[in-house]
């Protein structure tokens, strides 16, 4: 029996499951809502012990009312105790970074706050397991600087010239 994948789900791929994206076509969507049913039919997932990722899908969803598939993602609200679905880790607040965890490197300086949060658990987390996004360009430099400091980051890239289906729904770890 294999171990489970552990992924850590961004905020806009559950976004772009529910079409709450403009400019994104239905094949992105598609392609969003399959990633998350494999997650949460086969996978598992990381969170801070906070619930500040939590606390973010619920602010930017409708768990109680939505039918849409990032809706559906309620799943981790339901799993965040089951230990066979989800990794609950500690993050340390720190002032200048956000987080303790988060990398302390000045090519990082204006890396999205909001953002900061799902690398810090990446980081924290024994495993260190891939950062599940959506991105509608292309991975900026200033990522990079994350995957060298040894955080994976799988995502469905949509990039410029709209090749929605970069990725056939399962993601690619970016090294």
């Known amino acids: ?38 997650i949460m039919q086969q996978e598992r997932i990381a969170l801070d012990d906070s619930f500040r990722i939590l606390n973010e899908y619920q602010h930017k969803t409708q768990p109680k009312r939505g039918n849409r598939p990032g809706d559906a993602f309620v799943w981790a609200l339901r799993n965040n105790a089951n230990s066979a679905k989800c990794d609950l880790v500690p993050l340390q607040e720190q002032p200048d970074r956000r987080f303790k965890s988060f990398p302390d490197d000045s090519d990082l300086v204006n890396f999205d706050a909001p953002d900061r949060m799902f690398v810090a658990v990446a980081a924290v987390h024994p495993a260190h397991p891939p950062h599940a996004t959506f991105s509608r360009i292309k991975i900026p430099n200033i990522l990079q600087h994350v995957i060298v400091r040894g955080i994976k980051k799988r995502g469905i890239f949509a990039g410029d010239d709209h090749r929605d289906d970069f990725v056939a729904g399962s993601g690619v770890t970016v090294a």
């Open 1 to 38: 029996m294999t171990t489970p994948v552990t992924s850590i789900v961004d905020t806009n791929l559950v976004l772009v499951a529910n079409g709450q994206h403009q400019g994104v076509s239905l094949c992105c969507v598609a392609v969003c809502s399959l990633r998350l049913q494999a």
